[in-house]
C-alpha cells in the first residue's frame, strides 16, 4: 500500500518552530518530487514549498521564503519542512504529496493536480 504519513504538527505560539515529517511507505522517494500544502479553513489549498527528487532545486511560497525550510533524506524515505517564525496564518492543516518525476531530477510540479500521492494531513496552530 502506498502511503504518505505527516507528522510534527502541533499548537506554537507566534514566533515559535515546528518540524514536519512526511514519511512515505509502499514506495521510495527517489523518483519523486515532493511538495508541501497546506489548507486553513475557508480557503484554497496552497503550495507552501517543493523540492526535486534530487533535493537540488526547491521552489517556495513567496509567504513562507526565509521561514520555512524543506529537506529529503532518500535513505530514510522522509522529507522534512522546517517551520521558523511561525505567524498566526500560518494556521492550517499541511498536506504533503509526491509527483513521478525522474530520478536526480530538478523538475518541480507546482499544481496540486500533478501529485499522485496524498498524506493524511497534519493540524499546525500558531496562537498565543
Known amino acids: 500500500q502506498l502511503q504518505l504519513v505527516e507528522s510534527g504538527g502541533g499548537l506554537v505560539q507566534p514566533g515559535g518552530s515546528l518540524r514536519l515529517s512526511c514519511a512515505a511507505s509502499g514506495f521510495t522517494l527517489d523518483n519523486y518530487a515532493i511538495g508541501w500544502f497546506r489548507q486553513a479553513p475557508g480557503k484554497e489549498r496552497e503550495g507552501v514549498v517543493c523540492i526535486s527528487s534530487s533535493g537540488g532545486a526547491r521552489k517556495y511560497g513567496d509567504s513562507v521564503k526565509g521561514r520555512f525550510t524543506i529537506s529529503r533524506d532518500n535513505a530514510k524515505n522522509t522529507v522534512y519542512l522546517q517551520m521558523n517564525s511561525l505567524k498566526p496564518e500560518d494556521t492550517a492543516i499541511y498536506y504533503c504529496?509526491?509527483?513521478?518525476?525522474?530520478?536526480?531530477?530538478?523538475?518541480?510540479?507546482?499544481?496540486?493536480?500533478?501529485?499522485?500521492?496524498w498524506g493524511q494531513g497534519t493540524q499546525v496552530t500558531v496562537s498565543s
Open positions: 504529496a509526491a509527483a513521478e518525476v525522474a530520478s536526480g531530477s530538478y523538475y518541480i510540479p507546482t499544481e496540486v493536480g500533478l501529485y499522485d500521492y
